[in-house]
């Protein structure tokens, strides 16, 4: 079974930090890309970054530059979203997509081919 898993979500107060893990069974991460994205309640779903199929490429939403971090381990088969500096508005529920990609020189938000079942972030004191 071709499926995507997230973890490490949780409750975290302002300005902490959390990591998500994206792994994925079944299938090998090393020739897609990966997208994460979040939907806060009552709100649409919104692209927050990408990573190309080695990590040659990312990309970030500019509600999280220079606080969230990507980065992927195709020999673990996992993708991660280092979340730090953590804001309210961060709540949300994350969920990681791959999309098949045969280069290394770019990552989207769009035609993704799988998609996690999510994990929730709540920034709260």
């Known amino acids: 079974q071709l499926q995507l898993v997230e973890s490490g979500g949780g409750l975290v107060q302002p300005g902490g930090s959390l990591r998500l893990s994206c792994a994925a069974s079944g299938f090998t991460l090393d020739y897609y890309a990966i997208g994460w994205f979040r939907q806060a309640p009552g709100k649409g779903r919104e692209g927050v970054s990408c990573i190309s199929t080695r990590g040659g490429a990312t990309n970030y939403a500019d509600s999280v530059k220079g606080r969230f971090t990507i980065s992927r381990d195709n020999a673990k088969n996992t993708v991660y979203l280092e979340m730090n500096s953590l804001k309210p508005e961060d709540t949300a529920v994350y969920y990681c997509?791959?999309?098949?990609?045969?280069?290394?020189?770019?990552?989207?938000?769009?035609?993704?081919?799988?998609w996690g079942k999510g994990a929730l972030v709540t920034v709260s004191s």
């Open positions: 997509a791959a999309r098949h990609y045969l280069g290394d020189s770019m990552c989207g938000y769009y035609g993704m081919d799988y």
